[in-house]
């Protein structure tokens, strides 16, 4: 109907945030509170490590990162995360 593809469009056409978790880890407190800035932290990945694509703070994607031709930074997407489960 009409106004199904009027609404579809308009939610098509809606934007919303992506992120990318590189890495979770953890440490304590008193090193996270001596930081400042200029303070560098290692994250311990390489290119194919796994991170995870948020859509609105919702996972939505597993993915790996690496570079482009370029060398501009990238991810190339591996899995779709079914939202259902992670309820």
């Given at each position: ?13 809606v934007t919303v945030e ?50 482009r031709n370029n060398g ?16």
């Amino acid at each position: 109907s009409p106004w199904r593809d009027v609404l579809e469009k308009q939610i098509e056409a809606v934007t919303v945030e992506l992120e990318v978790v590189l890495k979770e880890m953890q440490m304590p407190m008193r090193q996270i509170m001596s930081f400042k800035p200029g303070d560098k932290i290692a994250l311990s990945m390489t290119d194919e490590s796994e991170s995870t694509v948020l859509c609105s703070g919702s996972p939505i994607f597993r993915c790996v990162t690496g570079k482009r031709n370029n060398g501009v930074a990238a991810i190339r997407i591996t899995e779709e995360i079914d939202t259902k489960e992670e309820v």
